[in-house]
Nanobody, 114 residues
Framework: QVQLVESGGGLVQAGGSLRLSCAAS????????IGWYRQAPGKQRELVAV??????TTYADSVRGRFTISRDNVKTVNLQMNSLKPEDTAVYYC?????????WGQGTQVTVSS
């Protein structure tokens, strides 16, 4: 089992920056990919960025060049979000894949005002 706790969401004006963090606990040694997804109202959950030995580092086209995913260590992953746009408004979820199972955090709200 893996537990994930996100932090760092909030309200920011367009063009601003936010940094999200996700702390993993439990059986973290088996995590082979960890990253961020987001879900806007009325839309499906979508990949934002993911990193891991099996997948490398991947970004959604909509955030490439503005967002950066990084890992402090095996248990912490961050998402630095720059040049934020109103369309980035969503609940952001941390995701970890371990032994073929997906684990999710509770989500953190990011709201970008125009």
């Amino acid at each position: 089992q893996v537990q994930l706790v996100e932090s760092g969401g909030g309200l920011v004006q367009a063009g601003g920056s936010l940094r999200l963090s996700c702390a993993a606990s439990g059986s973290t040694g088996m995590i082979n990919a960890i990253g961020w997804y987001r879900q806007a109202p009325g839309k499906q959950r979508e990949l934002v960025a993911v990193t891991g030995r099996a997948v490398g580092t991947t970004y959604a086209d909509s955030v490439r060049g503005r967002f950066t995913i990084s890992r402090d260590n095996v248990k912490t992953v961050n998402l630095q979000m720059n040049s934020l746009k109103p369309e980035d408004t969503a609940v952001y979820y941390c995701n970890a894949r371990s032994v073929g199972t997906d684990y999710w955090g509770q989500g953190t709200q990011v709201t970008v005002s125009s």
